[in-house]
Structure formats: structure tokens, C-alpha cells
């Protein structure tokens, strides 16, 4: 399984974004698939995550303001990010978590998004 994640880009306070995660295969319907976020010198936090069956959660910072959701058809995820702050500034990647083992198992290339103020 190979994932490429694209859509970052340079915004400023405020503005929106949306980040896509496209698969090689049918992978996403039956597995589940996180957006994580570094930001330098900081550790990879989760920030958007979405089961196979549908269900979302997402961490507090981003509460309200991002949405993912996904498109089977396209073997594609998505992560609409709207009211962006310089805090939300990092690399972004894309993760595939296998339901049978709950472990991160492929990630995306990752994609940087960068806030200004």
C-alpha cells in the first residue's frame, strides 16, 4: 500500500486548506486513517482520525475547525482545515492503521502546511 498525501501550502492566519491522502488501493473503507501533524522540534501528534465504519474524533486544538472525511470511490481522504492559526503550522502526514492489528502501518509522504500570523 502506497499513500501520497498533498495540499499544503503557505496560508495566512484565518484562511482554509484542504489536504488529501490518496491510497493504491482499496484500502480506506475497511481500515482506519489518521492525519497527523510535527511541528519543529515537537513530536507527531493525531489530530483527525476516522474508523473504517465511519466515525470521527479529532484532538482538541483542531475541534471545530477541521473535518475529515473520505471518499471511497477515490480511494481518498480528506482533511478540510478551516480558521487556520500559526500554531496549525507543520508537516502533515497521512496514516493507514490496519483493524486487524490497531497499529499505524503506511504513511503518506507527508505535506507542509505553513500559517502565517
Known amino acids: 500500500v502506497q499513500l501520497q498525501a498533498f495540499g499544503g501550502g503557505l496560508v495566512q492566519a484565518g484562511g482554509s486548506l484542504r489536504l488529501s491522502c490518496v491510497a493504491s488501493g482499496r484500502v480506506f473503507s475497511v481500515n482506519h486513517v489518521g492525519w497527523h501533524r510535527q511541528a519543529p522540534g515537537s513530536k507527531r501528534e493525531l489530530v483527525a482520525f476516522?474508523?473504517?465504519?465511519?466515525?470521527?474524533s479529532y484532538a482538541d486544538s483542531v475541534k471545530g475547525r477541521f473535518t475529515i472525511s473520505r471518499d471511497n470511490a477515490k480511494n481518498t481522504v480528506y482533511l478540510q482545515m478551516n480558521n487556520l492559526k500559526p500554531e496549525d503550522t507543520g508537516v502533515y502526514y497521512c496514516g493507514l492503521m490496519y483493524d486487524s492489528t490497531l497499529a499505524w502501518a503506511h504513511w503518506g509522504q507527508g505535506t507542509q502546511v505553513t500559517v502565517s500570523s
Open positions: 476516522i474508523q473504517s465504519g465511519g466515525s470521527t
